[in-house]
């Protein structure tokens, strides 16, 4: 790492201690020389002195440095009638930067219009200091010097300010960048932790909707084949076959959802449901022994996503009969296509409602249906009939495209 690089970071790690070396060695420098020319028994020398000492705080205390540097420098100029003019050379630019850089803007200002003043009085005082060693000036050589310095002093003064300022836009510029930085982190993370959550949410849903559907038609078969063993036992032993095809199916299915979730992995994934498939969905729930009657009518006009999301209305309708309502009397299941809606409703008599339940549930399959339908601009309800209690029905509206 090159020197420069590393005395700045030394600097701005260790603000205070550099700026008092800093100011240090230029004290000195200034006085060296005024120690070889002084030519009034020290008195120069002293009065540098006094002026150059607020120099150490610069940092601490930017503004303060400035008036104190400026008033004291001014005073010597009036009462001893020294200019310290080698120290201020290279000490007020450095305030005014310091100034620019660092204090608010009314302070900035202030500072800024206090120098400009001082440069005048400066100028207008060079009859003493300057003229000097030339003897008394005409009133045009003393107008045209006073005129000069102050113009040199007034140039020297603003374009530290400016440079000064110029590095407080640039810092205050870099800031921003670096907090919208920070800022735009914290979104993208919080954007990773919502869509980790919707899909965690998404996965739920079609893990509930492939495991639920196949245990509940497997605990259905398993009961009827307990109850046909001791009378018919070939009626069993289909029955049971029955289960073993439907628990390969659900496992293939299961292992192929996950199979979708292993980076980079091949694993080809089975179509998604429509609502052509459907019939083979009820035909599934008959040869549980529900007595289920289906009717379809009209041409569909749904997205994919919209034919799924009635597909999973269906079967989580039939899913909640074959575990809540098993002794059913009848089901039905009707599907209805218009131009600017499709419609789907699952209804059972309730007979046996009040049975305990073949297999637990924890409720989220409604809900996660809900949030389905709505994502198309749908709606769903799910509920006792209006006028019978016994009888629950699920219903399902979802938009056409383009409607």
Avoid at 91 to 103: E, I
Avoid at 202 to 224: C, F, K, P, T, Y
Wanted: with cysteine.
């Amino acid at each position: 790492m090159a020197l420069h690089v590393r005395f700045a970071r030394w600097a701005q790690e260790h603000p205070h201690l550099s700026n008092a070396l800093m100011m240090s060695g230029g004290i000195f420098v200034s006085l060296s020389f005024l120690t070889a020319g002084a030519l009034d028994g020290g008195r120069s020398l002293w009065c540098a002195v006094v002026v150059a000492l607020p120099l150490l705080f610069r940092r601490a205390a930017p503004v303060a440095t400035a008036f104190a540097v400026g008033g004291l420098a001014l005073f010597v100029l009036v009462v001893f009638n020294v200019a310290t003019i080698g120290l201020c050379m290279w000490a007020v630019p450095c305030l005014m930067y310091t100034v620019a850089v660092r204090a608010s803007r009314k302070k900035r200002r202030a500072v800024l219009l206090a120098a400009l003043l001082g440069c005048a009085i400066f100028g207008a005082l060079c009859y003493r200091w300057f003229f000097a060693f030339y003897g008394p000036p005409t009133l045009l050589e003393w107008a045209l010097a006073a005129v000069m310095f102050t113009v040199v002093s007034a140039l020297v003064v603003i374009v530290a300010f400016l440079a000064g300022d110029l590095a407080r836009t640039r810092r205050l510029r870099r800031e921003q960048l670096e907090d919208r930085a920070r800022r735009l982190e914290v979104e993208r993370e919080q954007e990773v932790r919502l869509a980790a959550q919707d899909e965690r949410t998404r996965i739920a849903r079609e893990m509930h909707d492939v495991v639920a559907h196949s245990l509940s038609v497997v605990i259905a078969q398993a009961d009827g084949a307990r109850y046909a063993a001791a009378s018919n036992p070939e009626v069993a032993a289909q029955t049971l076959e029955t289960i073993s095809e439907t628990a390969r199916g659900s496992l293939t299915e299961m292992r192929k959802l996950l199979g979708v979730l292993r980076t980079g992995s091949e694993t080809e994934t089975k179509p998604v449901p429509q609502l052509g498939d459907i019939p083979e969905l009820v035909r599934s729930v008959q040869a549980a022994g529900l007595p289920v009657q289906f009717h379809e009518s009209g041409t569909p006009a749904l997205s994919t996503g919209a034919q799924l999301s009635l597909y999973r209305v269906v079967q989580e309708g039939l899913t909640n009969v074959l575990k809540h309502a098993w002794q059913a009397g009848s089901v039905r299941v009707s599907i209805e296509h218009r131009r600017d809606f499709s419609w789907v409703e699952v209804v059972n008599d309730g007979a046996g409602a009040n049975d305990p339940p073949r297999a637990p549930g924890a409720g989220h399959g409604l809900q996660g249906l809900r949030e389905r339908v709505a994502l198309y601009g749908g709606e769903m309800t799910a509920g006792p009939h209006v006028t019978r209690a016994d009888v629950f029905v699920v219903q399902a509206t979802i938009p056409s495209e383009g409607a």
